[in-house]
């Protein structure tokens, strides 16, 4: 073994982080995210990656500028050897690939020269994602059999531009350029100087994978001129060549019907995490506000009675997911299973809480089809005989007696036991008001009646009421508290889930158009 080889070295990895939208990185760059000590990120990184983390990880953002010199690329790369000589594994993110215009080969000598491993883990890089996010193909065989990548930036330090103008005016199929919103005039009036037809078709591709993602389209004699009056920045990608007049009908994602939508959430952090993943998977920008804070009430006297004698149960219904994760989350606690349910029956109100259950291998004997209270109480009666039976209702400490009445009369003998109570949460309302009144906030949405009153203890109704925002409810019950708080309602979902909510926003968008 060489001697002067520092013991506990670190391992750095160069991580691509995709173009832009968080889940276009890798399985590996995700894996690796999840376990770093150190993560080290670029501007261009998305920062929702970081929700990767661990949360003890020593997390370093480092903004390049444009325009600074080679000190702050030094200081990173010092950064990256002091971190792995600490023994640290770090994770060097970085937007889209690493090595393609991102200096990855850079920091990579720099590791090599100090003795410490690495590995480079690609990504998607911004050009083929801003293409195929945008209905610009560029090696479609009807047109471009050659595509290349170039700088519109030339590294720091360069004095002459190792471009070939000339060649490039010439070249066959599709120039794409990196940076190049800085300098696109100089780029256009260099090409035509060389030669290029000023009739050839180009596309600017702004803000790719995101739900502000912008397109526009020109000569590369008009594109210039083009993109000031749109008011197109970067970042940017700019295609020149016939792949450039792109085919709209494969524009999939600008398409969606939620597309560029602000759409805002409003239940507690957890649910609109989930929330938000579910509106970008359909193209629109969500905002999370959390209103509501769930708190679980599993230590009540009351609780831990009715889990006392839980075997003597016919039947336990939980009316949502959060009831089921608290519940499991206190047997988890005294080391106990799904077996403390014993031969009890179990009835979900939706297809939310079943797939909650099923995360702990129980398979719901009864799902209502219509999500609410009232249905799962009249539908449950019409499953089956609850004529002297024992029923445990473990729900949240403000659902509706309904569904207890319901049972009661159909000969029920019910213990309802609230495991969990909604409190409400603190988020400073000042920004989200001033984006209401700006019109920035295409739709609020509401999914239960603790956020309605949660949210609008924080935001005035008329400021909703007579702003352009729309408000969006997912049933019938938070509809009711809407309406006692006076907030108009335009619309209600057919389907009381968050998906039945987004498909019903879906829908009242194509019914305008
Ligand atoms: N390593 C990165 C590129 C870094 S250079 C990659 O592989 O994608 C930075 C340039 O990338 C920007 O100036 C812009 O031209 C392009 N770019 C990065 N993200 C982009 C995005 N979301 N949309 C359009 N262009 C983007």
Redesign the pocket.
């Known amino acids: 073994m060489n001697i002067r080889e520092p013991k506990n070295k670190g391992m750095v990895y160069l991580v691509?982080a995709g173009?832009?939208r968080a889940d276009l990185i890798t399985v590996r760059g995700a894996d690796l995210l999840k376990t770093a000590d150190c993560i080290i990120y670029d501007k261009?990184a998305n920062p929702a990656l970081l929700s990767y983390a661990r949360p003890d990880a020593d997390i370093i953002h480092v903004p390049k500028r444009i325009g600074t010199g080679s000190c702050t690329q030094d200081e990173i790369n010092r950064l990256l050897v002091e971190k792995a000589n600490e023994g640290k594994t770090v994770v060097r993110l970085?937007?889209?690939?690493?090595c393609?215009?991102?200096r990855g080969s850079e920091e990579a000598r720099v590791l090599v020269k100090a003795g410490i491993d690495f590995e480079i883990v690609p990504?998607v890089?911004?050009a083929i994602a801003?293409a195929e996010y945008s209905g610009v193909m560029l090696t479609d065989r009807e047109y471009s059999s050659q595509v290349a990548f170039i700088t519109g930036h030339e590294a720091d330090g360069k004095k002459e531009s190792s471009i070939d103008w000339n060649v490039l005016a010439k070249f066959p199929g599709s120039i794409v350029f990196?940076?190049?919103?800085g300098g696109l005039q100089f780029i256009t009036g260099q090409l035509i100087k060389n030669g290029m037809n000023k009739e050839t078709p180009t596309a600017v591709?702004?803000?790719?994978?995101?739900p502000n993602q912008r397109i526009t389209k020109s000569t590369v004699e008009g594109i210039d001129d083009k993109c000031k009056q749109e008011n197109i920045g970067?970042?940017?990608?700019v295609v020149i060549g016939d792949a450039a007049v792109g085919d709209t009908s494969l524009n999939w994602f600008m398409k969606k019907p939620l597309f560029g939508k602000t759409i805002v959430a409003t239940r507690d952090h957890r649910g609109n995490a989930e929330f938000a993943a579910k509106i970008i998977n359909r193209a629109g920008n969500p905002i999370e506000f959390p209103t509501i804070k769930i708190e679980p009430l599993t230590n009540t006297t009351e609780f831990l009675q009715a889990l006392s004698k839980i075997t003597e149960y016919d039947w336990i219904v939980f009316t949502s997911a959060n009831g089921v994760r608290i519940f499991f989350d206190y047997i988890r606690d005294l080391s106990k299973d799904a077996r403390v349910f014993a031969s009890a029956k179990i009835a979900a109100i939706g297809a939310r809480t079943a797939a909650k259950l099923a995360e702990f291998a129980i398979m719901a004997d009864f799902v209502p089809d219509v999500f609410t209270g009232k249905e799962l109480g009249n539908q449950l009666i019409g499953f089956t005989n609850l004529k002297g039976k024992k029923v445990l209702l473990l729900r949240s400490q403000l659902a509706s007696g309904e569904l207890i009445d319901l049972l009661q009369q159909a000969g029920a003998d019910v213990d309802n036991v609230s495991i969990y109570t909604a409190v409400t949460a603190k988020t400073d309302p000042a920004p989200l008001a001033k984006q209401i009144t700006d019109g920035a906030i295409d739709w609020l949405t509401f999914a239960s009646p603790s956020s309605v009153t949660a949210f609008f203890e924080q935001i005035r109704p008329d400021l909703v009421n007579s702003g352009n925002v729309r408000v969006a409810s997912i049933g019938p019950i938070t509809s009711e508290q809407l309406k006692k708080v006076g907030v108009k309602i335009d619309l209600q979902a057919a389907e009381h889930t968050i998906d039945g909510l987004l498909d019903a926003i879906e829908q009242n968008r194509i019914s305008k158009t």
Do not use: Q, R, S, V
Not at 178 to 181: E, I, L
Not at 205 to 210: C, E, K, L, Q, Y
């Open positions: 691509g173009p832009g261009l970085k937007g889209g690939d690493p393609i215009f991102g990504g890089t911004a801003a990196y940076m190049g919103m591709i702004a803000n790719a994978t995101f970067p970042p940017a990608i």
